[in-house]
């Protein structure tokens, strides 16, 4: 593969509804992240899946946050109820073991909540 | 908790001069520090990291713990060179990287 895929690229949503963003990473690397970046904010970090130990979900700003990772491969993050501070661009990168090695970032999601 | 701070949320200079972006972190532990870069359009990627003692495009970053910075410096700095870079702190026992909020650098013709 080419790199970290995501998609949608963008996805405008209406307050309330839910909405689930997907992210391919490179084959091979068994670390992925969740990040968002929103304006003058920089990256917030969401959530962290190494291998197949729990996912460090510190980062999730509510419960109406979730993520999961299916076969140790593509995962999904979820948005239940979005309300409009939930706009931005969703960053998933992967690495090949942990978080102390290179991060290979996708192109994001943009997400805009009406 | 880990923290990573640029002051500066745009720097503008002139092709040529020498150009320094600052990032100041706050970690108790013993940092790994790195150097990530956003070019128009294109995706975030790595520039450098500490523990390499690497020289990448010119660029360089010295980690100074007394002073708890990491700021990445170029001598001569070109166009190209114009992206967002944001600074980032791993946290050993959290296993979380920590980025600052970046710097817009726009080097002037």
């Known amino acids: 593969g080419a790199g970290v895929s995501q998609s949608p690229s963008n996805k405008v949503t209406e307050k309330g509804k839910d909405v689930e963003l997907r992210c391919d990473p490179i084959?091979?690397?068994?670390?992925l992240y969740w990040y968002r970046q929103s304006l003058g904010q920089g990256l917030e970090f969401l959530i962290y899946f190494q291998g197949n130990s729990a996912p460090d979900k510190s980062g999730l700003p509510s419960d109406r946050f979730s993520a999961e990772r299916t076969g140790g491969s593509v995962s999904t993050l979820t948005i239940q109820r979005t309300q409009q501070e939930d706009s931005a661009v969703y960053l998933c990168?992967?690495?090949?073991?942990?978080?102390?090695?290179?991060?290979?970032f996708g192109s994001g999601t943009q997400l805009s909540v009406l | 908790a880990q923290r990573v701070t640029q002051p500066e949320k745009l720097l503008s200079v002139f092709k040529g001069a020498p150009v320094e972006l600052k990032c100041n972190y706050s970690?108790?532990?013993?940092?790994?520090l790195f150097w990530y870069v956003q070019y128009s359009r294109q995706r975030l990627q790595l520039l450098l990291r500490?523990?390499s003692r690497e020289s990448i495009k010119g660029f360089t970053a010295d980690l100074n713990k007394g002073e708890t910075s990491f700021h990445l410096k170029k001598p001569f700095a070109q166009e190209e060179d114009s992206a967002m870079y944001y600074c980032a702190l791993f946290s050993g026992s959290a296993r979380q990287l920590t980025f600052g909020s970046g710097t817009q650098l726009t080097v002037l013709p």
């Open positions: 084959s091979g690397h068994t670390a």
């Open positions: 500490h523990i």
């Open positions: 970690y108790s532990g013993s940092p790994e």
């Open positions: 990168a992967s690495s090949k073991q942990g978080i102390n090695e290179k991060l290979f």
